[in-house]
């Protein structure tokens, strides 16, 4: 069976990172409207007769995209912040919570996860519903993108030759990503963020300090890296990787996942027990954006959640 898939805004950066993924796939069609891509009615016309559709827009125009589908059997799957947190909206992170893959399949409405939050949400809300981490005790989070999470300008800014090579953002605190963040961890209190953009193309780290001592049950590394083991059990593109492992490293690179729609999970700590580090390692641009939309819209339209990005 074949199934028809329309991208609104597939001339955007997650647009054209998706449709390359889906490109030449035997069971899905694209419908392209090339030069009429501005015309309301032939997008209208796309949004209503397509099986399931892509948003890659900013947040006005993915709600104004939203409202223009009439069609109740149309899937929505939306790339921007305008609906992560909104009432009658799944949470596209399969792997977030038991029960969350299933929940994905059966909807019509799809919000998909920012970068930043999926790499945060895969180390801490196993810890908060395991009560490791408790809901309303303070967390936070620092983490460096490649410029391509930027989009358009910040690429051409970065291309053209700026010399930074290094520049954090989101300095009033108040960046777009903590809602989502705070509320699908299970927190209570808001999330304090600090982002960052290194001078490479893509890729990420995302790191989540925690004074293990202060911790009501002060737990151990091996309790918090077990924890995130049983977590993902079974889980095709989320991996903990083995304290052995990760307690011989000298070094983490942010690029090491690139092109993949892999999440990768570190536990580092010291050798007091007393402190951890928590770092998740994904492309913003695989499981971060476009990977992780392809992989929503296999579950959507009932295939395999791995067509296309094994």
């Known amino acids: 069976m074949t199934h028809t898939l329309f991208i609104d805004g597939e001339a955007g950066t997650t647009g054209l990172e998706i449709r390359e993924r889906v490109e030449g796939r035997s069971d899905l069609e694209l419908i392209l409207l090339g030069d009429r891509r501005r015309d309301p009615e032939a997008r209208r016309e796309a949004l209503n007769s397509a099986d399931a559709v892509i948003l890659c827009l900013p947040d006005d125009a993915a709600r104004e995209a939203v409202a223009m589908v009439e069609n109740p059997a149309v899937r929505v799957i939306d790339a921007s912040t305008a609906y992560r947190v909104a009432p009658g909206w799944t ?130 590394v091996e309790v918090i890296h077990g924890a995130l083991v049983e977590a993902y059990d079974g889980a095709r593109f989320v991996e903990v990787a083995p304290l052995e492992e990760t307690e011989a490293m000298t070094g983490l690179t942010p690029e090491g996942l690139n092109g993949t729609n892999r999440l990768r999970l570190h536990v580092f700590g010291d050798r007091d027990g007393h402190q951890a580090r928590l770092v998740a390692l994904l492309d913003n641009l695989g499981k971060g954006a476009s ?20």
């Open 91 to 220: 949470y596209g992170f399969p792997e977030l919570r038991p029960g969350q893959r299933e929940a994905v399949a059966g909807s019509t409405r799809v919000s998909n996860p920012g970068c930043y939050p999926t790499g945060f949400l895969a180390l801490v809300a196993p810890l908060v519903r395991a009560g490791l981490i408790p809901a309303d005790g303070p967390v936070s989070l620092n983490a460096v993108s490649g410029y391509s999470g930027g989009g358009k300008a910040m690429i051409a800014e970065f291309e053209e030759g700026t010399p930074d090579p290094f520049r954090a953002y989101g300095l009033t605190l108040k960046h777009k990503h903590v809602p989502e963040m705070t509320k699908h961890a299970g927190l209570s209190r808001p999330v304090l963020f600090s982002p960052a953009v290194g001078n490479y193309r893509q890729g990420m780290l995302v790191e989540v300090p925690l004074h293990l001592s202060a911790l009501p049950a002060q737990p151990s």
């Open 291 to 310: 990977g992780a939309a392809v992989q929503n819209l296999n579950l959507v339209l009932g295939l395999d959640e791995g067509t296309g990005l094994t």
